[in-house]
Nanobody, 125 residues
């Protein structure tokens, strides 16, 4: 089992920044990807960013490319999502996910095995 705890959400004005953290514990060595997803009210969940935890390769949704950065601190078993130039359309519940993504599958569209409880991000105009 892997436990994920997100933090860092909040309210910010458009153009502002937030940094989300996801602390992982348990059998984290059994996973090869960690990712951030978001779900806005009335919309489907979408993959925002992902990182291959062993290689460090990163993936981003087109909607956040150039504004969001995913990174990891292996010593702390923590993944971060730095969000800059935030827009009202970034408002959503953000979830951290971890799991084993098979080769050939998109880490932004995969159904991960482990999920955090979510942290709310609200961007006002």
């Amino acid at each position: 089992q892997v436990q994920l705890v997100e933090s860092g959400g909040g309210s910010v004005q458009a153009g502002g920044s937030l940094r989300l953290s996801c602390a992982a514990s348990g059998y984290t060595y059994t996973t090869n990807y960690m990712a951030w997803f978001r779900q806005a009210a009335g919309k489907e969940r979408e993959g925002v960013a992902a990182i291959a935890t062993r290689r460090g390769t990163t993936y981003y949704a087109d909607s956040v490319k150039g504004r969001f950065t995913i990174s990891q601190d292996n010593a702390k078993n923590t993944v971060y999502l730095q969000m800059n130039s935030l827009k009202p359309e970034d408002t959503a519940m953000y979830y951290c996910a971890a799991g084993v993504v098979p080769r050939g599958r998109s880490p932004l569209a995969y159904e991960y095995a482990y999920w955090g409880q979510g942290t709310q991000v609200t961007v006002s105009s």
